[in-house]
């Protein structure tokens, strides 16, 4: 769980990148199959129209089930998102916002304001089913908390 201090800095991150009015926002992290793509899921609902939304991975892997599923709960398809590498992001990317927590991130080697919202990984939690899933529902709370703040939703 995030603390007062974690959430006083990815707010007023957040409220800056809002003011830079980016045109593409990249999500990384490492598989590109859970918390990047919750966040490019939330975020394309979110977000104006005239914003880029994307996520990569530096070892994509496939979309998890669970990710599908608790997007599926909140009325969002993200059904037909693929796993992408970052090396296929086409460029210009304005923002770029690294989800890793436990693991090394991706390093996005471009000029782009730079965000890091330290994430667990919902794929990684070992229990039952409901475990799992409340994993995934955890994280997609959070980055639609955030990313609300973000596109001002």
Not at 134 to 152: N, Q, W
Request: with cysteine; net charge negative; proline share 6%.
């Amino acid at each position: 769980m995030p603390t007062k201090a974690d959430q006083q800095v990815w707010y007023k991150e957040a409220m800056k990148l809002r003011e830079a009015n980016p045109e593409h926002v990249l999500f990384l992290c490492v598989a590109n199959s859970a918390r990047s793509q919750l966040a490019e899921g939330i975020a394309r609902n979110l977000a104006p129209p005239t914003v880029r939304i994307s996520s990569a991975g530096s070892s994509p892997a496939s979309v998890r089930t669970h990710a599908v599923q608790v997007m599926q709960e909140i009325g969002l398809d993200i059904s037909e998102h693929h796993s992408t590498s970052v090396d296929e992001v086409e460029s210009p990317v304005d923002a770029v916002i690294t989800l890793c927590a436990e693991e090394a991130c991706p390093i996005w080697l471009e000029k782009a304001i730079r965000l890091h919202w330290p994430l667990s990984d919902p794929a990684v939690v070992q229990g039952s089913e409901e475990e799992q899933v409340d994993a995934y529902r955890a994280a997609r709370d959070e980055l639609s908390r955030r990313l609300g703040v973000l596109f001002g939703a």
